[in-house]
């Protein structure tokens, strides 16, 4: 039924061809109005389909510079977390290499949609031959006894536009002027003659290569390609974006974590001077001094090491955020404003797993692959088809002394000529089709292979996630009970210390534990911070939660 209706529109186009040429006959201004309407044609065809416009990346309207506060002298720099996770997103080398990929997809599908671009072409040729001739009907002598020179000469002009449409079926007018001169020519009636011809063809397989899917699928696939690569550029900025809510929360730590051994110190340094105090009234004897010198001591070293962390950290915050290639602010110090706040949230498993599901953009990538795996298949299953194509056309021919009178006899109903014609070919075997589609239909099984492996890491990365989020709201609340009691402890051995019955090393080793009590709660909320980034991560959230949209210009 399908070639049957093929056959129908095909004969029912042909019957409309030869109206519509009929119509535009007797005079060469028809002609140019002729070429003219089938050239609107051929190339309305091909813009039906459009041209590609590179898109650009949306990325969040408030640019991230006018949020980053600097001194005068640019000697610091002030950071929020959304300050730097869009910084990064506009000037990570990552991000910008999958941007420029992800524009570079545009012109595949441009490319694509090109093989449906009408093709103008132009030739010409010139042939003079002069040959030696014993035939006297050629020399137009029945007496010539001796071989006599033969002329011919022989120009021809030719210009056609052809196309390739939607359905799979080449279109192409074409046109041509041929002139012919000989000497002798004792049976011409022109000489020179003009024999002009104009031919409008189609040709459409009815099997192999036909069809609207057929020929439009790879653009299909270049449109998917096209989404994979947004997918892709949605990945990086997930993972960047994660990354520096990490390396942020890191550098936080390490500031907090100068900040309680400075505090540690002081402790230590206050008791040295109480220490040195009862030295000199003689409540205490000079030995007391040392141990409390030696535990000052020890906490200028934690301040150092501490020192040297911070300095670490925020290089580590500087090269994601890509400062070290900016020569004003890469050396300016890193300022986060951003304070850790422990606020318990509670997430239900199987709506963060389906919200995970939706979010994920390489699962989206593995659902496209998938998709352009299965239009594959149909391609090569369309392939494994015997090629048989359908020809038809009209031509008209002509011939004149000159070129206006060729082209007047040309566009006369006098010289019309019709044809069709219907070719099959069938390889033996067809092993190569067979193999391809073979292979093809593995390849999509492996894409859905992959999508389910997918899935399931989502939901172990998922659960992963919520259970050390859970995990850290108790170590949290077990590092704030424990920093208590180290604080009470500590208060304890100092009034026990007032009143004689306590000693140095207990009030320092007391310091001790309580700084170490301190490290470990500030450890713990960061990790609680940095357990919510990974979790909104896992889920493909995380650019929501800062406001960050990333998608296609909606002009393109």
Avoid: C
Avoid at 104 to 112: F, L, R, V
Avoid at 181 to 196: M, V
Avoid at 309 to 338: C, Q, Y
Avoid at 346 to 370: G, N, Y
């Amino acid at each position: 039924m399908a070639v049957l209706r093929y056959v129908s529109g095909l004969l029912l186009y042909f019957d409309a061809i030869k109206t519509f040429a009929r119509t535009i006959m007797m005079s060469e201004r028809k002609i140019i109005r002729f070429l003219i309407t089938v050239g609107i044609v051929l190339w309305g065809g091909a813009i039906s389909f459009g041209s590609e416009k590179p898109s650009t990346m949306q990325m969040p309207a408030t640019v991230p510079p006018a949020g980053i506060e600097m001194d005068s002298n640019m000697k610091f720099v002030s950071l929020s977390l959304k300050d730097s996770v869009m910084y990064a997103l506009r000037n990570n080398f990552d991000i910008e290499i999958s941007k420029l990929d992800s524009n570079a997809s545009d012109y595949d599908i441009t490319i694509e949609k090109a093989r449906f671009d009408p093709i103008f072409s132009m030739s010409g040729n010139l042939q003079d031959d002069e040959v030696p001739s014993s035939n006297l009907l050629q020399v137009g002598s029945s007496t010539a006894t001796v071989i006599t020179p033969y002329r011919s000469e022989g120009k021809i002009a030719d210009a056609a536009i052809r196309s390739l449409i939607p359905t799979g079926a080449v279109m192409s007018l074409e046109y041509q002027i041929f002139r012919s001169y000989s000497d002798p020519s004792p049976f011409q009636l022109l000489n020179p003659s003009y024999t002009n011809f104009i031919e409008a063809k189609i040709t459409q397989p009815l099997l192999k290569g036909g069809g609207l899917f057929y020929n439009r699928s790879l653009i299909y696939i270049a449109r998917n390609n096209k989404k994979i690569s947004l997918s892709r550029f949605k990945s990086k900025a997930i993972e960047v974006s994660n990354s520096v809510q990490e390396a942020y929360w890191d550098y936080v730590r390490a500031v907090e974590n100068l900040k309680v051994a400075k505090k540690s110190k002081e402790r230590a340094e206050d008791l040295l001077e109480k220490n040195k105090i009862q030295v000199e009234t003689g409540t205490l004897p000079p030995i007391e001094i040392v141990d409390a010198e030696a535990g000052v001591a020890s906490r200028v070293e934690a301040i150092i090491s501490a020192e040297n962390t911070i300095k670490d950290r925020e290089d580590e915050l500087k090269k994601i955020l890509n400062f070290a290639g900016d020569e004003i602010i890469s050396d300016a110090v890193v300022i986060p404003t951003d304070k850790p706040d422990f606020e318990p949230r509670v997430f239900e498993l199987k709506d963060t797993i389906k919200i995970a599901m939706e979010k994920r953009p390489d699962l989206t990538e593995l659902h496209l692959a998938t998709e352009n795996a299965g239009i594959q298949t149909r391609r090569r299953k369309n392939e494994l088809y015997p090629a048989l194509d359908l020809s038809g056309g009209i031509r008209y021919t002509g011939l004149g002394s000159d070129v206006s009178d060729a082209n007047d006899s040309t566009f006369s109903e006098s010289y019309q000529g019709e044809f069709f014609t219907l070719a099959f070919e069938m390889p033996i075997g067809n092993r190569s089709a067979r193999s391809a589609y073979n292979k093809s239909k593995i390849g999509e099984r492996q894409t859905k292979i992959n999508v389910n492996k997918k899935e399931l890491d989502i939901v172990v990365e998922v659960r992963e996630s919520v259970r050390q989020v859970k995990t850290n709201i108790e170590r949290v609340n077990a590092t704030r009970k424990a920093r208590e009691l180290a604080q009470k402890r500590l208060e304890v051995e100092e009034k026990k210390y007032e009143v004689g019955r306590s000693t140095n090393l207990e009030i320092l080793r007391a310091q001790e534990n309580l700084a170490l009590a301190e490290f470990e709660d500030t450890r713990a909320i960061i990790d609680y911070e940095i357990s919510l980034g990974n979790l909104e991560a896992a889920k493909g959230t995380i650019l929501d939660g800062y406001d960050i949209k990333l998608e296609e210009d909606p002009k393109t």
